[in-house]
Structures are given as C-alpha cells and as structure tokens.
C-alpha cells in the first residue's frame, strides 16, 4: 500500500489538493496536521480503499462536507448529510447578531419573558451555537428557552444528533412543522413569552440564482432547502403571514433574516406591507454583500 506522500503526489492533479489532505485524513482517521507531518505514513488496504471512494465521489462534485459527513460552523462541528443544507460561513453573521439581542434582552427581563426559536433549522447549526455560546445563568435550563423548528423529518434527526453530540439536547424543544404552526400548538392554551427573538434562514435562491449554483450544490444539496418562489421570498413572505397570528399579538418579535444580497429593496418593501411600523436593519457579511435583515415589531 502506498504512503501518505504517495497518495498526495499520485492524487495532486485530481482534485484539489486542500480536500484531499482532508479525506486523506479521514480514511485513516487522523487529523490534517498529522497527514502533513507523516508522509512516510503507509496506508492499510482498508484506509486505501475508503480514501480511493472518497476521492470518486469528490471528483463527481459531491460536496467535501457531504463526504466527510461534517461542516465546521462557528467554531463547532456538525453533522451534516443529504436532507441537510451545508453550513454556510456568512451564516455565522446570524448567530452573531442574536448573541447580542439575546444578551440585552438576558439583561433587561427574566428568564420567562423571552424565548429563541429557529426556524427552518436544518442541522441545528444556528440554535446549536447559540445554545453554546449565551452563558447559562442567562439562559437558565428551561425547554421552553430554545425551539427549533423545521418541516423535513430527515433535518430534524440530524439536528438532534447534532445536539447530542455538543451536549444541547436537554436545552432545546424539537418540533416538526411548516414555518412557526408548531409553536402556535405549543402555546394554543397558554400565553407565549413576551419577547420573541426569531432566527430564520430559510430557502431564498430565486429560480435564476438556483438555476445558476454549481452542480455540487443542485445535484447534493436538497432543493427544499435552497429555493423559494416570487424570487426567493415565498418562504419569508409565509412567515410573515403567520406572524400575523392572534397567539402572538402585542409581542415584541425581533426577527433576523439571512437573505440573498439582490433581495435588500424587495423585502424590506414586503415586510413594510405586513408591518408597517416594523423597524428595519440590514448588515453586510465580510464579503460586504447585503446578508442579514434585522426586523423588530412592537406591538
């Protein structure tokens, strides 16, 4: 079997040489430093065989990620897999800005007056990292603290492994559901919290954009999870709707938005139809592309 510093010169011309030092190191189970200091390393027939798989379906486009079956997000690993979308990097923009809402809000009301949901949470990515990073005596173990909520039965599983795995799962409620329905059940015979921060970063590629992606990411990734009608703000525009709900009236509902750069005009002109009191913020990821949409309605 060959040597680590084979298989890098033999696969170099293949693929590119970044992910290949990443599979290398998954098919023998070690770290890439390790890949990079041992290259006198040889391979058993087994972790051969495994990284020869990997590099195929690499060279077919399938993502890195998919591959390895994890994606590093805010400083964590997740699993990810076919019924979920990739992390993103500009997603961590997100998390970022509802650390700080959190925070204020932490310090100006009690533990029962406020609550997190993430909508569409996919592989739990989002309300994982915001589990992990808003200190405890903030967040108090409460189950009705943290809700996640997706449509796909198939994100639901990887999100709850994810919690397991970063040891979250007492701290976050699961529920199944189209957009925030699932909450409206919860709180059907009770009155919700007082403030609701509301983390959101559904489908909103248009059908050009999506039409447009690389091919690792239409044949890969599930469709459910990237595209929406009306361009790309069917998804938004239904959340919007519900928010309209009677269960949640005279709330404070801060609601953060990972939109598409293009859509800055025309959602800040839908959210001004549903709500036209409602203030609106728009920040740029580090790339300075229009990212993130930060909405807060009084009522």
């Given amino acids: 079997m060959p040597t680590i510093k084979t298989v890098l010169r033999n696969y170099s011309a293949k693929i590119n040489s970044l992910d290949l030092e990443i599979l290398l190191a998954k098919a023998i189970n070690q770290s890439r ?32 990620a998919q591959i390895i079956k994890e994606k590093e997000f805010y400083n964590l690993k997740f ?17 970022e800005e509802v650390l700080q809402k959190t925070n204020r809000l932490a310090d100006k009301y009690s533990c029962a007056d406020y609550c997190l949901l993430d ?37 639901l599983r990887v999100a709850k492994k994810n919690a397991r795995r970063h040891k979250t799962e007492k701290r976050i409620v699961f529920l199944k ?14 009155s919700p919290p007082k403030n609701l921060i509301i983390s959101a970063n559904l489908p909103y590629l248009s059908e050009k954009i999506y039409h447009n992606c690389d091919d690792s990411v239409k044949l890969f990734e599930p469709k459910t999870a990237l595209y929406s009608r009306n361009n ?10 519900q928010l309209q709900n009677p269960t949640i009236k005279q709330k404070n509902i801060f609601l953060f938005l990972e939109i598409s750069p293009e859509q800055k005009n025309l959602i800040k002109k839908l959210i001004k139809e549903y709500f036209p009191q409602a203030k609106i913020i728009f920040k740029k990821d580090l790339s300075g592309k229009w990212r993130l949409c930060k909405i807060t309605i009084k009522q």
């Avoid at 996919?122 to 589990?131: A, K, P, Y």
């Avoid at 703000?233 to 239904?238: P, V």
């Fill in 119 to 155: 909508i569409g949470t996919g592989s739990g990515n989002i309300i994982i990292s915001l589990v992990k990073n808003i200190p405890f005596q903030k967040s108090n173990l409460s189950v009705d603290k943290f809700i996640a909520i997706d449509i796909s039965g198939g994100a």
């Fill in 232 to 241: 790309g703000l069917q998804h938004y525009e239904n959340l919007l709707k």
């Fill in 33 to 64: 430093e390790f890949v990079l200091t041992h290259s006198e390393r040889r391979l058993t027939t087994i972790q051969y065989l495994k990284l020869r798989s990997y590099i195929s379906a690499r060279a077919k486009l399938k993502p890195l």
């Fill in 177 to 190: 559901g189209d957009l925030l329905k699932p909450f409206f059940k919860k709180y059907s015979k009770k």
């Fill in 79 to 95: 699993i990810v897999n076919k019924h979920t979308l990739i992390p993103r990097p500009e997603t961590e923009l997100l998390v």
